[in-house]
């Protein structure tokens, strides 16, 4: 009976142990096939180490094609410099070495080896931590020439202390352009490790910035050598961008709008210089300046936050005067409708009429001029910027061609309302108040006096890109061109070639050039002797422009002593290079003596538009098509041939004889 139960318990414990060794089995064979993956991972981490190879963001390239006769080279607005990052695998590192090695690093980096924050990271349980960043090639070397020496020493892995290659933006031209082309940040994305653009043209065209990151493997093990790591996969560079923007010219343009904003002592000012044939921005001025290189400077404080967004399109205002001679070539356009349907037409330009002060429908106070004029034509009416011609003219069109005709055709012809598709994020549209629409208050957007505040530039609202595009319709004989910033952009493939890739941007035709022609004349007597802006005169080319001096709403009321000043000017005006947009945000309103009044559109904008438009016009080595047209003290000025002094001389006569 006892000797069973001894067998019985023998039996037991063989089922036991085989149920035990089953189990191992079963456990072994899920670890090396089931979980393979998992634990071959877990091996690598604790054996290799995997490095990410950054790779090259693209670059934007300055428009040197647009000087002709002269070599096109490179000339980078932005390039990435490889920098390197130093880490340490605190795990690794020999215990009885780490403040020696605390102690050469610090003096390296210029550190204090007994600051806690950086012993810290030397004494957690890590396999990496970031002790510095971006340093300088130099810098690296003699770390690792150090390091190199000291690990074989003492027979201590090398991956202990490694680098990390990255590559960091850094700007040769300063803050040139800095609104515009923005930056990436230093630090990237926790997850993705992708560059985090801080917003322009960085942020518009990042996926196509972006490349792809390579992969290097490092082996850790004290007899590893590090220039034995392999490289898994290259890095794949982004792609370049060539922009429409030429240096030297937003060279030009920062430099004079730096000096009209001092001037003026103005609040900020900035500027736009756009090819009227083409769309192209040639240059796009902001002061005060953003650097993106210390862009951190600039969000941590309020104050300068702003200087980081691109104004001409995030900005928008009520332009005023400029909207004069737009509004008159949209009466031309009226009559030219009516005519084609043998009707009689709404004015004659050459005509004279009646603007002493008059009183509109709807309008509490009556619109009259700066100085009173009995009569005038239109292009008196443009030399004077008077205020009651083109409101006069305005109510006979909508009373023969109907309002919803007028605000559609401010939309359609000059994009007024309507975003210009510039490749910058943040566009403001504007505003163009819409017939039968109520506002929020319960108003109508477009009451009885809007056509009146519209032909005076008043009651809309738009962005300085958007005046260039609407005065490059009048500069270029009629066409609504689409503002652009890239003039192609070029992908390098792994075989070293070069792939190219246009954009087509579409232009319509939207005016007559008879159209474009009669109001880009009237606007040449504006920088002349009588007009309101002889300072925009740019002796030796023919031009062509408009003042702007708009009060801007200041506690819900129109201010007296706070404006919106603007030039906008055409040149040259036989054959047009550039429309150039020149705004100052709340000059100081002031008299001076000798000069006027400081606020005046006609005075520093003006200003400032002949000195871009001479030094970019000299730049680029364009002939002088006014010869004659100099100073009258200067010997080469000739008033016979000089252009345009003959029809201002006549204008004068004519102004006279229906004035006085």
């Given amino acids: 009976m006892w000797k069973r139960v001894g067998i019985d318990r023998d039996f037991a414990l063989i089922f036991v142990l085989l149920l035990l060794f089953a189990s191992l089995l079963v456990r072994f064979f899920i670890i090396q096939v089931g979980e393979e993956e998992k634990w071959s991972s877990l091996a690598k981490k604790q054996h290799y180490l995997t490095l990410a190879l950054p790779h090259k963001r693209g670059v934007f390239y300055s428009n040197t094609e647009i000087k002709y006769g002269q070599p096109h080279e490179k000339v980078p607005f932005v390039v990435d410099v490889m920098k390197y990052h130093l880490y340490i695998d605190p795990k690794l590192m020999p215990t009885g ?52 020496e000291y690990a074989r020493k003492h027979n201590i892995p ?71 790591d392999t490289e898994d996969s290259p890095p794949v560079a982004g792609c370049d961008i060539y922009l429409t923007v030429n240096h030297t010219l937003q060279a030009i343009a920062e430099r004079e709008l730096e000096k009209g904003v001092k001037r003026a002592r103005a609040k900020g000012g900035w500027c736009v210089v756009m090819d009227p044939h083409t769309g192209h921005i040639l240059a796009t001025a902001q002061y005060p300046f953003f650097n993106p290189e210390n862009y951190n400077e600039y969000y941590n404080d309020a104050a300068k936050t702003a200087d980081t967004k691109p104004k001409c399109i995030t900005d928008c205002f009520e332009p005023g005067s400029p909207m004069k001679p737009l509004m008159l070539a949209l009466a031309l356009k009226a009559n030219e409708v009516r005519r084609e349907k043998h009707l009689s037409p709404v004015f004659d330009p050459e005509a004279k009429m ?39 003219v305005t109510e006979l069109v909508i009373k023969t061609m109907a309002i919803s005709w007028l605000r559609n055709q401010l939309e359609m012809v000059f994009g007024f309302g309507t975003p210009t598709q510039v490749e910058l994020s943040g566009e403001n549209k504007g505003y163009v108040p819409t017939p039968g629409k109520i506002l929020p208050s319960g108003l109508m957007e477009w009451s009885l006096p809007t056509p009146y ?24 004989g009629g066409y609504l061109v689409t503002p652009t910033l890239v003039k192609k952009i070029v992908r390098h493939t792994e ?56 009060e801007k709403i ?46 005046f559109g006609g005075k520093r904008p003006a200003e400032t538009f002949r000195a871009i438009a001479t030094d970019a016009l000299e730049y680029l080595g364009v002939m002088r098509d006014d010869p004659y047209g100099r100073p009258s003290q200067d010997p080469r000025f000739d008033p016979q041939k000089a252009d345009w002094y003959p029809e201002v001389k006549e204008l004068t006569k004519l102004y006279d004889e229906w004035n006085h």
């Fill in 495 to 550: 075989a070293g070639e070069e792939e190219v890739f246009f954009r087509e941007r579409p232009k319509t035709k939207v005016l007559s050039k008879k159209i474009c022609r009669s109001i880009l004349e009237a606007m040449k007597y504006s920088t002349k002797p009588g007009g309101s802006a002889h300072l925009a005169d740019v002796f030796g080319y023919t031009e062509a422009g408009k003042t702007g001096t708009s």
């Fill in 97 to 148: 070495f780490k403040d020696e090695i605390i102690g050469a690093l610090a003096g390296f980096l210029g550190r204090d080896p007994h600051a806690a924050d950086f012993r810290k990271d030397f004494f957690l349980r890590s396999r990496s931590r970031k002790v510095a960043a971006f340093l300088s090639h130099a810098e690296a070397d003699k770390i690792e020439s150090w390091w190199n």
């Fill in 554 to 599: 200041v506690d819900g009321q129109y201010s007296k002593s706070v404006h919106f000043s603007s030039f906008v000017g055409i040149i040259p005006a036989k054959k047009p290079r550039f429309v150039i947009y020149v705004c100052l945000d709340e000059p100081e309103k002031k008299w001076i003596e000798g000069y006027g009044m400081n606020h």
């Fill in 354 to 392: 009646e603007t002493m002060p008059v009183m509109f429908a709807g309008r509490a106070i009556p619109v009259k001029d700066v100085r009173n004029h009995k009569y005038l034509n239109m292009k008196m009416a443009i030399q004077k910027s008077s205020n009651v011609y083109p409101a006069k």
């Fill in 453 to 476: 505040s519209l032909a005076m530039g008043y009651n809309l609202m738009t962005n300085s890109l958007q005046m260039a595009r609407a005065f490059s319709v009048i500069a270029n």
């Fill in 158 to 228: 090398k991956t202990v202390v490694y680098f990390q290659k990255d590559f960091r933006r850094l700007y040769p031209f300063g803050s040139l352009l800095g609104q515009v082309l923005h930056t990436v940040r230093l630090d990237r994305d926790p997850h993705t490790f992708a560059s985090i653009p801080t917003g322009g043209l960085e942020q518009y065209f990042n996926t196509v910035l972006s490349g792809k990151d390579g992969k290097r493997t490092l082996l850790r093990s004290p007899h590893y050598k590090m220039e034995a």
